[in-house]
């Protein structure tokens, strides 16, 4: 998750500029549905959290797996008063060697529960379904720039705990070279003691091998 996040933040700046929806198509019981396409420069994970994330704050429901799709049930209509209406959102990696991006798809019609079935239409067109990918945007960009907030301040806390180790243990040596100083300090003054304590012994025996006749 911590490189995925270094990756988002580096696009973080340009999405911008270029992340707009536009028209397409997305596969659906092996045929070509009309759908609103966004790439985003975040991984699948980190905007299927955010979709998940911003629209139960909205009081949509949880989003669940349905043919391939993220479904989001009792979305809140925008053009029509369906209350009931749901999302079906399509979030895919865009390529094994494009992880860090995402191609997004918001079907405009009604996945059936019968294989083969045709579809019906739901409450979005196509330029309402744009609108709303361009809408999610900020939220996905927001979501993503708390996970790098959260990241960074994790990295923040273990530097601080690292930092806060190495400096107790530099207080705890720096006590050490102190105690060691003193008692190099107090052997040299030993060692003076013990060295004039010497020569006078020597001296004793010299005088004791000169009284020799």
Request: with cysteine; hydrophobic share 30%; glycine share 4%.
């Amino acid at each position: 998750m911590k490189n995925i996040i270094l990756v988002c933040c580096l696009s973080f700046i340009t999405v911008s500029a270029y992340a707009q929806a536009t028209e397409g198509t997305v596969r659906l019981q092996r045929t070509e549905q009309p759908a609103a396409t966004i790439e985003l420069p975040y991984s699948s994970d980190i905007v299927k959290e955010a979709l998940n994330d911003y629209l139960s704050k909205k009081g949509k429901s949880k989003g669940t797996d349905l043919k391939g799709f993220t479904t989001f049930r009792n979305t809140q209509s925008i053009a029509s008063g369906n209350d009931n209406a749901d999302l079906y959102f399509k979030i895919e990696q865009k390529s094994r060697q494009d992880r860090g991006f995402t191609i997004v798809s918001l079907l405009l019609t009604k996945p059936s529960d019968e294989k083969g079935a045709a579809t019906e239409l739901n409450y979005l067109n196509m330029e309402q379904a744009k609108a709303y990918l361009n809408g999610l945007t900020p939220a996905i960009e927001a979501y993503n720039l708390e996970l790098m907030i959260k990241e960074q301040n994790q990295v923040v806390i273990k530097s601080e705990s690292t930092y806060k180790t190495q400096f107790n243990n530099g207080a705890e040596l720096e006590q050490k070279r102190a105690e060691l100083e003193t008692r190099i300090l107090e052997n040299k003054t030993e060692q003076e003691k013990y060295q004039a304590d010497v020569n006078t012994q020597k001296q004793k025996l010299t005088d004791l091998v000169n009284r020799r006749k």
